[in-house]
């Protein structure tokens, strides 16, 4: 009889102790709160400026813009490792290197991992969460510590019973059945991770437009250095010719110290454009992950070529269809309107099931099995004014987003009315550029044949050389930003890495 006693004492205290009991119903799942704004987080841009002001020329009728790049688009990761560099860049290669390793694109890259990761999370409240645990205790007990003092006639109970063990295995399963706040979590989640591959396409647009517009400034600025070299061996020619006249009595010393100093001045201007050049170049290799040197070399040149036809009206619908930022927002708006309905469902009742079986006993050869299953309805009654909160949170983000999304329609119909605008403008300064550029070269041609004649002196000829320069420099502006606004146009109708091929082509004779 005492031994039974003693067995039956121990096995109340371990039972008492024993972790296995009816599973406890999971958290329930609260509505996530998004940001206000659903605009991407990157706060970098790139973008097309115009200068209300000449830049480069004296000219007041031509177009300058230029392309304006900040945040993360301004760098890049290097490419060369992968992508072998040889020294020649062609507009493809530098687009190919840029969309890879521009840290505009390798930034949003891993936001969509993350936001991807994030909607996982937010699906696993939806799945089963099974969890295991194994147990093995040893354990002694004081009986008359634990509060239990019997005294039974002819009887004596110790105080301290054990060492004993017991053996633990158990399994335990936990499903959400009916849970609406859970489910439109994750659909918002999953609308949020869209919108951030809309986001990263996006990028790239703005990529082709950061590297496809520093690959033309490169050629502009080139293009510049190479008509001031001209200018320069026009001014000693001039300077030469005057020397010659000075010598036989034709010219005074005044003219011939007037011509060399305009060809210092020519020399001045060259050192400028030649340091502008290499910078350009280096910001060039910045964007496209080449090292930051400018010792390589463009073997692309662009013309002028005409866009090709096609109505403002279709454009903006393209557009509409295409851009990519323009899906972000109504991912976003899909988002917000998901996370309002989460908020709505905390109202609402929710079904869980827990269910745990486990194989008990004093050792594995001992042991016998248990299990457990409760199901859990939860019936929100009040909740200090909780969920009210949430609803208004998370109408007033749905409105944000709307108005985002509204606004960002305007933005992208506006930007392709002003790119047809550029184009337009800057196909009419193109052709009245070349024509000024013929005229001035005549002009020149027969002023240089009146001084040689002796009828004129050396200032008509400077001035006539003046106009051809200002010519030459407004032709390469006009042609510059006439294929600025093609660039910008691809950027402007979505997909830009496919429309720039359609819209810029390389001149023919380019290596």
Same mark, same amino acid.
């Given at each position: 009889?005492?031994? !039974?006693?003693?067995?039956?004492? /121990?096995? @109340? +205290?371990?039972?008492?102790?024993?972790?296995?009991?009816?599973? #406890?119903?999971?958290?329930?799942?609260?509505?996530?709160?998004?940001?206000?704004?659903?605009?991407?987080?990157?706060?970098?841009?790139?973008?097309?400026?115009?200068?209300?002001?000449p830049?480069?020329?004296?000219?007041?009728?031509? !177009?300058?813009?230029?392309?304006?790049?900040?945040?993360?688009?301004?760098?890049?990761?290097?490419?060369?490792?992968?992508?072998?560099?040889?020294?020649?860049?062609?507009l =493809? *290669?530098?687009?190919?290197?840029g969309?890879?390793?521009?840290?505009?694109?390798?930034?949003?890259?891993?936001a969509?991992?993350?936001?991807?990761a994030?909607?996982?999370?937010a699906?696993?409240a939806?799945l089963?969460? !099974?969890?295991?645990?194994?147990?093995?205790?040893?354990? =002694?007990?004081?009986?008359?510590?634990?509060?239990?003092?019997?005294?039974?006639?002819?009887?004596?109970?110790?105080?301290?019973?054990?060492?004993?063990?017991?053996f633990?295995?158990?399994?335990?399963?936990?499903?959400?059945?009916?849970?609406? $706040?859970?489910?439109?979590?994750?659909?918002a +989640?999953?609308?949020?991770?869209?919108?951030?591959?809309?986001?990263?396409?996006?990028?790239?647009?703005?990529? $082709?437009?950061?590297?496809?517009?520093?690959?033309?400034?490169?050629?502009?600025?080139?293009?510049?250095?190479?008509?001031?070299?001209?200018?320069?061996?026009?001014?000693?020619?001039?300077?030469?010719?005057s020397?010659?006249?000075?010598?036989?009595?034709?010219?005074?010393?005044?003219?011939? *110290? =007037?011509?060399?100093?305009?060809?210092?001045?020519?020399?001045?201007?060259?050192?400028?454009?030649?340091? *502008?050049? /290499?910078? #350009?170049?280096?910001?060039?290799?910045?964007?496209? @992950?080449?090292?930051?040197?400018?010792?390589?070399?463009?073997?692309?040149?662009?013309?002028?070529?005409?866009?090709?036809?096609?109505?403002?009206?279709?454009?903006?619908a393209?557009?509409?269809?295409?851009?990519?930022?323009?899906?972000?927002? #109504?991912?976003?708006?899909?988002?917000?309107?998901k +996370?309002?309905?989460?908020?709505?469902?905390?109202?609402?009742?929710?079904?869980?099931?827990?269910?745990?079986?486990?194989?008990?006993? !004093?050792?594995?050869?001992?042991?016998?099995?248990?299990?457990?299953?409760?199901?859990?309805?939860?019936?929100?009654?009040?909740?200090?004014?909780?969920?009210?909160?949430?609803?208004? =949170? +998370?109408?007033?983000?749905?409105?944000?987003?709307? /108005?985002?999304?509204?606004?960002l329609?305007?933005?992208?119909?506006?930007?392709?009315?002003?790119?047809?605008?550029?184009l337009?403008?800057?196909?009419?300064?193109?052709?009245?550029?070349?024509?000024n550029?013929?005229?001035a070269?005549?002009?020149?041609?027969?002023?240089?044949?009146?001084?040689?004649?002796?009828?004129?002196?050396?200032?008509?000829?400077? #001035?006539?050389?003046?106009?051809?320069?200002?010519?030459?420099?407004?032709?390469i *502006?006009?042609?510059?930003?006439?294929?600025?606004?093609?660039?910008?146009?691809?950027?402007?109708?979505?997909?830009?890495?496919?429309?720039?091929?359609?819209?810029?082509?390389?001149?023919?004779?380019?290596?």
């Amino acid at each position: 009889m005492k031994p !039974l006693l003693i067995l039956a004492a /121990a096995a @109340g +205290a371990a039972f008492a102790q024993l972790p296995f009991g009816p599973p #406890q119903p999971s958290s329930t799942p609260q509505a996530a709160i998004l940001p206000a704004s659903g605009r991407t987080s990157q706060t970098g841009s790139v973008g097309v400026a115009e200068q209300p002001v000449p830049g480069t020329t004296t000219s007041v009728n031509t !177009l300058n813009p230029s392309v304006q790049i900040s945040g993360p688009y301004t760098g890049s990761a290097p490419s060369t490792a992968v992508m072998p560099f040889n020294g020649k860049l062609s507009l =493809q *290669d530098a687009l190919r290197r840029g969309l890879a390793y521009n840290l505009g694109a390798v930034g949003l890259a891993q936001a969509v991992r993350q936001s991807g990761a994030q909607a996982a999370v937010a699906r696993s409240a939806l799945l089963p969460n !099974l969890n295991g645990s194994l147990n093995e205790t040893v354990e =002694q007990v004081d009986l008359a510590a634990s509060g239990l003092r019997i005294n039974v006639p002819f009887f004596r109970i110790p105080q301290v019973v054990g060492p004993f063990n017991f053996f633990d295995l158990q399994v335990s399963l936990n499903q959400v059945l009916a849970n609406m $706040t859970a489910l439109n979590n994750y659909r918002a +989640a999953g609308a949020t991770a869209r919108a951030s591959r809309f986001s990263l396409q996006d990028a790239r647009d703005l990529i $082709t437009l950061a590297v496809g517009g520093a690959y033309l400034q490169v050629l502009a600025a080139q293009a510049r250095l190479d008509a001031a070299q001209t200018q320069l061996a026009t001014a000693n020619a001039v300077f030469h010719q005057s020397t010659e006249q000075h010598a036989h009595g034709v010219v005074g010393k005044l003219s011939v *110290d =007037q011509n060399q100093v305009r060809t210092l001045i020519q020399r001045q201007q060259i050192i400028t454009l030649r340091n *502008d050049l /290499a910078k #350009q170049k280096i910001n060039l290799a910045r964007l496209a @992950g080449l090292p930051p040197n400018p010792s390589y070399v463009l073997t692309d040149t662009f013309s002028f070529r005409p866009a090709p036809v096609r109505t403002v009206e279709e454009a903006v619908a393209q557009a509409e269809q295409q851009r990519a930022d323009l899906k972000a927002a #109504q991912a976003q708006v899909v988002a917000a309107e998901k +996370a309002l309905a989460a908020a709505r469902s905390e109202r609402l009742p929710s079904l869980a099931l827990s269910s745990a079986y486990e194989v008990i006993g !004093l050792n594995p050869s001992q042991a016998h099995g248990a299990f457990t299953v409760a199901g859990t309805l939860s019936v929100p009654i009040y909740q200090g004014g909780r969920i009210s909160s949430d609803i208004v =949170q +998370a109408q007033a983000v749905l409105a944000q987003r709307r /108005a985002e999304l509204a606004d960002l329609r305007g933005q992208i119909e506006a930007q392709v009315r002003q790119v047809y605008l550029d184009l337009e403008a800057a196909a009419g300064q193109v052709e009245v550029a070349r024509k000024n550029l013929d005229v001035a070269r005549e002009t020149l041609d027969m002023t240089r044949a009146r001084m040689q004649a002796g009828v004129i002196n050396t200032l008509e000829v400077v #001035q006539a050389q003046q106009t051809v320069a200002s010519a030459q420099l407004d032709l390469i *502006d006009s042609v510059f930003a006439h294929n600025l606004a093609k660039l910008s146009l691809a950027r402007s109708l979505g997909n830009a890495p496919a429309q720039l091929p359609l819209l810029l082509k390389p001149t023919a004779n380019s290596q």
